[in-house]
């Protein structure tokens, strides 16, 4: 089977250092919220002591990671305004209530 492709894939253009930083970052982003959710979905499924501290751990772990981004964003001058809430968790981290 042929396949044609148009004309303008082949001039792509080249995309700065900062772009592609950017997208990097977005990219990571995503996947921190994707293991999030997960991190959270297990939480919620399980009953065990053992795997509730697991998951406990995970959760802060990921949280670490999205911090951890969020301030590479700010460096990279990708956040809206501070009145804005960009971040899905709120102000307090779940996880917090969870190990008080």
Not at 32 to 53: C, H, M, Q, R, S
């Amino acid at each position: 089977m042929k396949m044609f492709f148009s004309q303008s894939s082949k001039t792509n253009r080249t995309l700065s250092e900062r772009e592609i930083e950017r997208n990097a970052l977005l990219s990571d982003l995503e996947k921190t919220k994707i293991a999030l959710e997960t991190a959270y979905a297990g939480f919620d499924n399980v009953i065990e002591p053992d795997l509730i501290d697991c998951y406990i751990y995970e959760v802060n772990s990921v949280l670490k990671r999205y911090k951890f981004l969020m301030e590479q964003a700010a460096h990279l001058c990708m956040l809206p305004d501070e009145n804005e809430q960009l971040s899905p968790l709120g102000k307090e981290a779940p996880a917090a209530s969870l190990i008080s």
